[in-house]
């Protein structure tokens, strides 16, 4: 079955860092990897996707990496800024199946 | 913004009465689906439809019950609520299984 297991689960660091979350997942059959961002009080939105023929996608301060064989993927944010603190959400599998998510801080 | 809405937004109920909650989109978009979301736990599928009349089970079924008689209307029932099921829901669509899905604003369900 489908399973997504995200890591960590709270991320705290400094504007201008770099910011790494990564998901693995259990079904192989899977190729549409979605990441989500909801701020405070708001609904999910759709930041990046990666599909299976790829192995990374970039969108100005974001990217994501994929690695089938390993099985996972990651979500990258660089020079990150105040307005980044959310929490973030993977997904995966027919059903969408989404990951625990991951609270990031950016101090100021 | 993708064309959805979700009714009501917020809801108090009492145990043990049924509520439905319902989600409507206007983009035509054959998947559906219903979560919940607890905070710990992110956001975990109840239901969801792949069509008219056609849905299934997710991760946390047991209680819900869903109905989807016209390609816009997605229908989440509790048959008798328990304070177990206070939680925000959130409807979402998606245009396939490979596409992103889309949002409604989430409704907040307390159950005293």
């Known amino acids: 079955g489908e399973n997504v297991e995200q890591h960590p689960s709270t991320l705290s660091v400094q504007e201008g860092d770099s910011a790494v979350i990564k998901c693995t997942y259990s079904d192989s059959a899977s190729n549409y990897f979605p990441w989500y961002k909801q701020e405070l009080g708001k609904r999910p939105q759709l930041i990046i996707d990666?599909?299976?023929?790829?192995g990374e996608k970039k969108d100005q301060r974001i990217a994501v990496t994929l690695n089938k064989t390993a099985k996972h993927f990651s979500l990258h944010i660089t020079e990150t800024q105040p307005e980044d603190s959310a929490v973030y959400f993977c997904?995966?599998?027919?059903?969408?199946?989404f990951g625990a998510g991951t609270r990031l801080f950016v101090k100021a | 913004d993708a064309g959805i809405t979700q009714s009501p937004r917020h809801k108090v109920t009492e145990t043990g009465t049924p509520v439905t909650l319902r989600c409507h989109q206007t983009e035509n978009h054959r998947y559906m689906y219903w979560y919940r979301q607890d905070p710990g736990h992110g956001l975990r599928l109840i239901h969801y439809?792949?069509?008219?009349?056609?849905?299934d089970k997710g991760e946390v079924s047991d209680g819900y019950s869903v109905s989807r008689s016209k390609t816009e209307d997605f229908l989440l029932t509790l048959e008798s609520a328990t304070s177990s099921q206070t939680s925000v829901y959130f409807c979402?669509?998606?245009?396939?299984?490979?596409?992103?899905?889309?949002f409604g604003n989430g409704t907040r369900l307390t159950v005293t």
């Open positions: 990666i599909r299976s023929n790829v």
């Open positions: 439809s792949y069509g008219v009349k056609d849905t």
């Open positions: 979402a669509i998606g245009a396939g299984t490979n596409s992103p899905l889309h």
């Open positions: 997904a995966e599998g027919f059903k969408t199946i």
